[in-house]
């Protein structure tokens, strides 16, 4: 690799937003991430033997859906949704208090992929050759020699951290340990695939005041094919005490989820994927952080406002343009 190169680290939609701002400038750039897959998050898996007829459906277990604002994010979404990647979903979730369906609450437009939202960050990636990519990578150590920066044996002359912040203030100067403390809430995202639909026609709840669950999704509504497949949140504070064991709670969030949906069935399959980083508690206001004269920053949806995939995607692109 070129020490004239900058380094993404992260290949999350930030860091792919990231790496298109900066080849948009004719920049060389090279991306390293530890999955062996793109998009982070926005993750998104295919179900294989799980002894239904819904082997080769595509799950969201990561990010459930986004919205979009921002008119440059808008714009961007309407070029994903004429290209066939994104759909518009919904504007209508339900509501549960506790164990029970209260309302619907209308709100702005859910988008969702038709592939799974791992996909966008995919299709974001199609200009970016293989040999641009190295995964599955995890940079252990960064430094700098006061002309290049090292990331274990990668050399550049700019790095960008598009990772959660406690991950990316492993690689940053001291100052930034302590000058941005954000908690990070964790997630354990319960998958189930049940043999025929068995609940009412419902896109998703929000599930206040439970103790197990905070949201279901209807995969098969979210993804337009009908698969009767649900995802349920479990609770951050539950989540914490199991992220060494995550299917330790898979039973307790199928109860909670079929108790809110009113299902008598069991699942015939189920699994538990844990998000130790799923979201921070809030964002910080600044579009990114960048250390002008050393050439290092960091996107990610930890800025640009509130946690989510579209703050990630202004985020990153930001930090691009201003590397460039
Ligand atoms: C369960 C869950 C539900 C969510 N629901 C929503 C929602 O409904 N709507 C919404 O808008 N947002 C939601 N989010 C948040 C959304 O997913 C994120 O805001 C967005 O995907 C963040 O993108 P990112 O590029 O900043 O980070 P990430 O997607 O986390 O990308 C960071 C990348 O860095 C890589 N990496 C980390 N450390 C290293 C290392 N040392 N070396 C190399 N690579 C490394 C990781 O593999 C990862 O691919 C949810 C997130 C979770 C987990």
């Given at each position: 690799m070129s020490s004239q190169q900058t380094l993404i680290i992260g290949g999350g939609i930030s860091g792919i937003a990231c790496a298109n701002a900066l080849r948009a400038s004719g920049a060389d750039i090279h991306i390293i991430d530890r999955g062996r897959v793109l998009g982070g998050r926005m993750a998104s898996r295919r179900l294989r033997e799980t002894g239904t007829a819904?082997?080769?459906?595509?799950?969201?277990?990561?990010?459930?859906?986004?919205?979009?604002?921002?008119?440059?994010?808008?714009?961007?979404?309407?070029?994903?949704?004429?290209?066939?990647?994104?759909?518009?979903w919904t504007?209508?979730?339900h509501i549960a208090e506790g164990e029970e369906i209260i309302g619907v609450k209308s709100g702005p437009m859910r988008y969702a992929a038709p592939a799974g939202l791992r996909s966008i960050v995919e299709h974001m990636a199609s200009g970016i050759s293989a040999e641009q990519i190295t995964q599955p990578y995890e940079v252990?150590?960064?430094?700098?020699?006061?002309?290049?920066?090292?990331?274990?044996?990668?050399?550049?002359?700019?790095?960008?951290?598009?990772?959660?912040?406690?991950?990316?203030?492993?690689?940053?100067?001291?100052?930034?340990?302590?000058?941005?403390?954000?908690?990070?809430?964790?997630?354990?995202?319960?998958?189930?695939v049940f043999e025929e639909r068995c609940w009412?026609?419902?896109?998703?709840?929000?599930?206040?005041?439970?103790?197990?669950?905070?949201?279901?999704?209807?995969?098969?509504a979210r993804r337009g094919d009908g698969a009767p497949v649900l995802v349920a949140h479990v609770n951050p504070v539950l989540a914490a005490g199991h992220l060494d064991d995550p299917?330790?709670?898979?039973?307790?969030?199928?109860?909670?989820?079929?108790?809110?949906?009113?299902?008598?069935?069991?699942?015939?399959?189920?699994?538990?994927?844990?998000?130790?980083?799923?979201?921070?508690?809030?964002?910080?206001?600044?579009?990114?952080?960048?250390?002008?004269?050393?050439?290092?920053?960091?996107?990610?949806?930890?800025?640009?406002?509130?946690?989510?995939?579209e703050s990630a995607w202004l985020s990153g692109r930001a930090l691009g343009a201003a590397l460039s």
């Open positions: 819904f082997d080769g459906h595509v799950v969201d277990y990561g990010a459930s859906y986004f919205t979009a604002s921002d008119p440059e994010f808008v714009s961007q979404v309407n070029e994903w949704i004429e290209s066939g990647v994104v759909r518009a504007d209508g979730f252990a150590g960064l430094s700098h020699d006061g002309t290049s920066f090292h990331a274990d044996d990668f050399e550049a002359s700019a790095v960008a951290l598009c990772l959660p912040l406690p991950q990316a203030q492993r690689f940053a100067p001291p100052e930034m340990l302590t000058s941005i403390e954000h908690v990070w809430e964790p997630v354990i995202a319960v998958t189930a009412p026609e419902i896109d998703g709840v929000f599930v206040n005041d439970n103790p197990v669950i905070t949201w279901i999704a209807d995969d098969g299917d330790s709670v898979t039973g307790l969030a199928i109860a909670a989820m079929s108790r809110v949906m009113g299902i008598t069935e069991l699942p015939s399959w189920a699994s538990a994927h844990r998000w130790s980083l799923a979201k921070p508690m809030a964002g910080e206001p600044d579009l990114m952080w960048l250390h002008p004269e050393l050439r290092l920053g960091m996107a990610g949806d930890a800025w640009a406002g509130s946690p989510k995939v």
